[in-house]
């Protein structure tokens, strides 16, 4: 058996376990060649479809596909702001600046106060002041203001400062007539108006109370309808004021 040739012992191996290697590498070939050959037939299929995809196109159905217009959205009307009178208050407002320009004072000063008063003519108070209500006018026939007294008084009859102070007015005015105004310090003036065309002093006079200034005239064709009288007038800082706050 030791003396076997080398084809002998090669031919035993082939008939025995080499049959099924070699079945085995046979096998193993075939599929490996068919993997490959798969391979190449599912390739060509790709490379031969369209690169673009399906080209056909489809036509939508026109009843269809028509765009319809929206309708507008309803709005509601907005309701009218009430406005608001009080204005809002803004944390950014700049700061209110205080106005300190001086205000008329309306209020007798001390200075008037301390003077003593007296009555320009005596007698009755024909019409009184009225500047807050309306008064009958026996001139004009009307329902008007009265700035003033009118007192009653004959023609002739001397005038007197109702107190000390500086003339600072003679002059003749269209509707009142001759008239005198009287700087009495402390924002009082005194007016009369309704004198005769001379009167006794002039501007810049300094004159004391119950000083003459002129004598009751006609003058004022304002108050014709109203008997022989002088018209007296007080103002404080430029404002009527009831010359009877002044002649107790």
Not at 78 to 104: F, G, I, L, R, Y
Not at 173 to 196: E, F, P, R
């Amino acid at each position: 058996m030791k003396n076997r040739s080398f084809l002998n012992k090669l031919g035993d191996f082939a008939m025995g376990k080499g049959f099924y290697i070699v079945l085995f590498l046979c096998i193993a070939t075939i599929g490996i060649s068919g993997y490959y050959l798969l391979k190449t037939v599912v390739n060509d299929t790709r490379a031969t479809a369209p690169v673009g995809g399906d080209a056909s196109v489809t036509i939508p159905d026109q009843s269809v596909a028509r765009p319809t217009t929206p309708k507008p959205p309803e709005t509601t009307p907005a309701k009218p702001s009430v406005p608001n009178n009080k204005p809002a208050a803004q944390p950014d407002d700049p700061e209110p600046v205080k106005d300190d320009t001086p205000q008329p004072d309306t209020q007798p000063s001390k200075e008037t106060l301390s003077k003593v008063f007296t009555w320009p003519v005596q007698g009755t108070v024909l019409r009184d002041y009225s500047v807050e209500t309306l008064s009958l006018d026996p001139t004009l026939g009307d329902w008007r203001t009265h700035g003033g007294l009118d007192i009653a008084a004959a023609q002739g009859v001397k005038v007197l400062s109702i107190s000390a102070g500086t003339v600072e007015q003679v002059y003749t005015d269209g509707l009142m007539g001759t008239t005198v105004v009287v700087d009495h310090g402390g924002g009082l003036q005194s007016w009369y108006c309704n004198l005769a065309d001379e009167v006794l002093v002039e501007t810049g006079d300094t004159v004391d109370i119950g000083s003459e200034l002129g004598i009751v005239g006609s003058s004022a064709i304002a108050e014709v309808g109203v008997g022989s009288h002088v018209h007296l007038e007080t103002l404080l800082n430029g404002q009527p004021v009831d010359p009877r706050e002044y002649l107790k």
